[in-house]
Antibody
Framework: EVQLVESGGAVVQPGGSLRLSCAAS????????MHWVRQVPGKGLEWLSL????????YYADSVKGRFTISRDNSKNSLYLQMSSLTTEDTAFYYC??????????????WGQGTLVTVSS | DIQMTQSPSSVSASVGDRVTITCRAS??????LAWYQQKPGKAPKLLIF???NLQSGVPSRFSGSGSGTDFTLTISSLQPEDFGTYYC????????FGPGTILDVK
């Protein structure tokens, strides 16, 4: 069974930094592109970033480009999101998500339960 | 950037009804579209990919159609467990979700 478990969510002050983690199990992690998606409570879904299976290719939404960094450690079956220069608009649930098919990036077939990041003074 | 819109923004229907949700892209995305269902407090669930392909394990009452800029998700006979919010997502380039359609089962 595929499992994705996010951690690292916290209350952080504006301008601060935070690192989220996602522990993956139940599938061959290093075969798949992985993503981060966020959702402001009560609002819609926003894709943030993806990283290729080998970590060599990364892409970001304009809203987080230059502030967030996605990375992965295939030896630990883990995905990360380093967030900096946080603003109140970054307050959201953050999900990691697995790409549906190997050698693809387009659809998300497994998601974690989400971790809440609250940016507040 | 490709913008996604959905209609209606909310719908209330009875068990057994046929429900259709529409998604429109601001430019041609071929068939690069998915549909997700999200229930309160839960992560989204992939229902349909590549516009019309049913994800494994998803009931056959769900179907998707369309290409280019206009897409539909149809639930042929609504069941009580189908409540939730439905999102479309374009996969032509940088992924983007529609604003969602809230489905309430009467």
């Amino acid at each position: 069974e595929v499992q994705l478990v996010e951690s690292g969510g916290a209350v952080v002050q504006p301008g601060g930094s935070l690192r989220l983690s996602c522990a993956a199990s139940g599938f061959k992690f290093d075969d798949y592109t992985m993503h981060w998606v966020r959702q402001v409570p009560g609002k819609g879904l926003e894709w943030l970033s993806l990283i290729s299976w080998n970590g060599l290719s990364t892409y970001y939404a304009d809203s987080v480009k230059g502030r967030f960094t996605i990375s992965r450690d295939n030896s630990k079956n883990s995905l990360y999101l380093q967030m900096s220069s946080l603003t109140t608009e970054d307050t959201a649930f953050y999900y990691c998500a697995k790409t549906f098919q190997i050698s693809d990036w387009k659809y998300f077939d497994n998601w974690g339960q989400g971790t809440l990041v609250t940016v507040s003074s | 950037d490709i913008q996604m819109t959905q209609s209606p923004s909310s719908v209330s229907a009875s068990v057994g009804d046929r429900v259709t949700i529409t998604c429109r892209a601001s430019q041609d995305i071929s068939s690069w579209l998915a549909w997700y269902q999200q229930k309160p407090g839960k992560a989204p669930k992939l229902l349909i990919f590549a516009a019309s392909n049913l994800q494994s394990g998803v009931p056959s009452r769900f179907s998707g159609s369309g290409s280019g800029t206009d897409f539909t998700l149809t639930i042929s006979s609504l069941q009580p467990e189908d409540f939730g919010t439905y999102y479309c997502q374009q996969a032509y380039n940088s992924p983007r979700f529609g604003p969602g359609t809230i489905l309430d089962v009467k």
